[in-house]
């Protein structure tokens, strides 16, 4: 039975061990799914709810494991998946922020009421915008949530949104080209990680293989840590992307943590946004996805 990793350029980490072989010195027969060659369907729009398809692949076959922010695994649990958390990275907070253009009369969360927002929705940046109008007394129904995967930095460019929650390395080149100014910062609200998730019959089953997984994203993740240039290569050729690409890479924090009760908390709390904001149907109980031997397993690779 080969084993399915599902990768895309948003887990960096599964991205770079994906382009180094690391893995399949220990599993031969790996096969590489990347996840942006996978049919999604039509994407639900921001109000219709959180977009789940990273966790429905994972229990149609598609793969077997996945990295990803915080917000897919919730989504899929929320569906009623059977979702097991393998691992978080350190805080990144670093990574993005909600920006608006130099000029805008927005000043604080309260002001997005009514706003336009660029995000990719059903990723990390959902979380961020929820918790940012909870602080502000607002809901996801105050705002106009506008999905921009792929073309957010141009819509905010060219005034078509009021705000944009930009992460790195996209926000360097609208940096470049423009004045922004942030309105909400990371850190502060939550410590928006990188994780990885799995099935619970992959993680009782395939227990060596979840293992192998591991120990290569250690080992892979600490030769980025040392070789941000070279790493940056594997996601782009260009000069002005490649400075941009290091630069995110140098930022971010390496390495695969067990999940303990501090992330647990903040992930329930995000979960029960989503429920009570009406972005998933049910709520759920985040600590059933953790699993003490998984735990064990990442705490014998550090």
Known sequence: MSLRVGFFPQNNSLWVLRHRGVLERAVPDVEWVDLRSLPAGRRPSPAE???????????????DFIGTGSTPPV????????V????????????????????????SPADLKGRRVALGHGSWQTTLLLLALEK?????????????YG?????????????????????????RRTEVRTVIETDGLFSHR?????SRAFATERRDELAAIVAALQESDAWVRENPREAAGFFTSEDADLDAWEHALRTRPWGLHPVEEEFVAEQQHAADLFHANGLVDRGVRVADAVLPEVNDLVRATR
Do not use: C
């Open 151 to 175: 073309n957010a930095a141009e819509l905010f460019l060219n005034g078509d949104v009021d705000a944009w929650v930009g992460s790195y390395p996209f926000l360097t080149e609208v940096e």
């Open 84 to 107: 097991v958390y393998v691992a978080v990275s350190g805080p990144r907070v670093e990574n993005g922020r909600l920006v608006v253009r130099a000029d805008s009369p927005i000043a």
């Open 49 to 63: 709810g959180l977009p789940s398809v990273h966790g429905d692949h994972l229990f149609d076959g598609g793969y």
């Open 194 to 198: 990188s994780l990885w998730f799995t």
């Open 136 to 148: 502000a007394g607002l809901s996801w129904g105050d705002i106009e949530p506008v999905d921009a």
């Open 75 to 82: 989504t899929a649990q929320a569906k009623g998946h059977d």
